[in-house]
């Protein structure tokens, strides 16, 4: 098997991410440093990786080190995947709390009547939001009708001083955009684009 079969195994075939690195990749061998710099961010830097004897999946952060030849062309590249999964598991246990805490904050700021109907509108409206992902390729419509709700969720948010909750809707937001585009040019979205999509509208939830 190849490295990229290997070690880029869980990557979309058809998403950003992979077709990024097979660009790098076929453009890079037998160039010189300066077509190594410009294609060196479309490597991947961080995988998930589950191996035949593995329980879960493990997180591997990559570096990428240049190998010339003599006429300094790019030869060979070394790769060295280092696992930290229990570090990303801890930053992202961080940065849970982190925003828990904003959230709490914000919320002190605000009457009793004001946190129950906005947590109650914003679950509504999030929810129905989920609901017209699976009405995306019907059209324009749907997808005008989610950006509202999403857009006046995270100006509600904003309003009421819920920072993380409006960056969070910001990325959710972002997200459905990369969908739109792909659908407004009358292309399939790629599993990958829809799966982030639906991620962050669930982390918004979360």
């Known amino acids: 098997h190849s490295v990229y079969d ?18 790098a990749l ?21 995988v998930e990786y589950q191996g035949a004897d593995d329980d879960e999946k493990k997180i591997l952060r990559l570096t990428y ?30 940065q849970r709390k982190s ?15 004001e946190v129950e109907a906005f947590l109650s509108g914003a679950a509504e409206q999030l929810n129905l939001a989920k609901d017209l992902t699976e009405k995306l390729d019907q059209g324009p419509e749907p997808r005008q009708h989610m950006f509202r709700i999403l857009h006046t969720l995270k100006g509600n948010a904003r309003m009421y001083g819920l920072n993380v909750l409006s960056e969070a809707i910001h990325v959710a937001e972002t997200a459905a955009v990369e969908v739109h585009q792909m659908l407004a040019a009358n292309q399939i979205p790629d599993e990958e684009s829809r799966q982030k999509m639906m991620r962050e509208l669930y982390n918004v939830e979360g």
């Not at 290997?6 to 660009?23: H, V, Y």
């Not at 828990?100 to 002190?108: D, F, K, S, T, Y």
């Open 26 to 46: 076929g453009a890079v061998f037998d160039e010189d440093d300066l077509q190594w710099m410009l294609m060196e961010d479309n490597l991947i830097r961080q």
């Open 65 to 94: 080190t240049p190998l010339w030849n003599k006429e300094e062309a790019l030869q060979s590249i070394m790769i060295v995947a280092e696992d930290v999964t229990e570090i990303e598991k801890l930053r992202l246990e961080a």
């Open 6 to 23: 290997f070690l880029f195994k869980g990557l979309a075939p058809e998403g950003q991410d992979a077709a990024g690195l097979r660009t």
């Open 99 to 113: 925003a828990e805490i904003a959230v709490i904050q914000g919320l002190v700021n605000m009457s009793r009547s």
